[in-house]
């Protein structure tokens, strides 16, 4: 059965890079570059798109572009071919790329639960990172091979809990690409500067975020992508999975593959039966659910029309003085790892990798 690891890594922004590069080396060359989405992504080797959002990179987040070159020569591949594979969703709307996520507002302790869905090339070799970047704020966050931290599942030690979804937006722009604003997040002080800095920063390709604060009551739910965001606070339970459904967002043009739309109407059902039958939501049940063979909300069919499968399920509670979470290889399984904040927790033992 995969299992997940855990890293610990540190240092300047080049030697994270390079640290979590070494992680993911060996089935990036062995199962990554024989794929069909490395192949097609590689065309855009030598574009102006791609120059573009190089670029921005380089000019507005300096620190993220010392991770991906230490990622490029962790990884040994070239900085460009890296940058590519980290550009993926804004070039290509049909990445590798899923998740969903339930959400429940609380007055006292909000809670995000979420799981992660990604190319099953990568099962068993993804990992809970827990990463001191010198000059930022420590995190911890769920890391594929070859690719940067942030945009999957990420709790800070300032008290930020993130969890991100694929949108296949059709429109992009020359635009800061979505992986490394999801990084640039991880930076922030409070929900203020985050939603902020979505908001002001020119967009490439668009993502979901759930956002919530250690000490504060909101989640916010936050689309964007190419000119465009909106953000909401969540004033009840709520489902959402891998295309855009704000108002002011769901018409623009983007492509809503059979498993998502299945997954936000099923999820949205097992809400709605909830609050109707005036029962507690259980998100890791809703997570879980399968009710639908061809598209469960629960993935792990090896030929998922998506070519995606659920790698791991976090579950959020975000408190008043910590932020307290699990993370499960399966939603209805045994906890994994025992996270508080941007650490692992005494209680839990796995076995590490220092980086």
């Known amino acids: 059965m995969p299992s997940l690891n855990f890293l ?208 504060r009551p909101e989640i916010l739910s936050v689309e964007f992508g190419a000119g465009a965001c909106s953000v909401q606070r969540v004033e009840a339970p709520s489902l959402h999975s891998n295309h855009a459904i704000h108002p002011g967002m769901r018409d623009l043009p983007q492509i809503i593959t059979g498993s998502s739309g299945h997954r936000q109407q099923r999820g949205d059902a097992l809400l709605a039966d909830a609050q109707r039958k005036h029962r507690e939501v259980q998100p890791l049940v809703v997570l879980g659910d399968r009710a639908n063979a061809k598209f469960p909300i629960h993935r792990d069919d090896p030929t998922d029309g998506d070519e995606e499968n659920t790698l791991a399920t976090a579950d959020i509670r975000v408190g008043q003085s910590r932020i307290d979470w699990q993370v499960y290889e399966h939603p209805l399984g045994p906890v994994r790892f025992q996270m508080t904040d941007g650490h692992q927790s005494p209680t839990s033992q796995p076995t590490s990798e220092d980086a």
């Open 8 to 215: 610990r890594i540190e240092g300047s922004p080049f030697d994270a890079g390079v640290a979590l590069g070494r992680f993911g080396a060996a089935v990036v060359h062995e199962r990554l570059l024989a794929s069909a989405a490395w192949t097609h992504l590689m065309q855009w080797r030598g574009s102006a798109r791609l120059a573009a959002m190089a670029a921005l990179v380089r000019q507005r987040f300096p620190r993220i572009q010392q991770e991906l070159e230490g990622l490029a020569h962790g990884l040994g591949l070239p900085f460009e071919d890296t940058l590519i594979w980290n550009c993926r969703g804004d070039l290509w709307a049909m990445s590798p790329d899923g998740c969903t996520t339930v959400q429940l507002p609380d007055s006292m302790v909000p809670r995000i639960s979420h799981n992660e869905d990604g190319d099953p090339i990568f099962a068993g070799h993804c990992a809970i990172a827990e990463v001191a970047v010198a000059g930022s704020p420590r995190f911890a966050s769920f890391v594929y091979p070859g690719s940067l931290p942030g945009h999957t599942i990420a709790v800070t030690d300032v008290g930020l809990a993130v969890t991100v979804n694929n949108l296949r937006l059709q429109h992009v722009e020359d635009g800061v690409p979505r992986m490394v604003l999801a990084r640039a997040l991880l930076d922030a002080s409070n929900l203020e500067q985050a939603a902020g800095l979505l908001q002001e920063t020119p967009k490439a390709g668009g993502f979901h975020l759930t956002l919530a604060q250690r000490g």
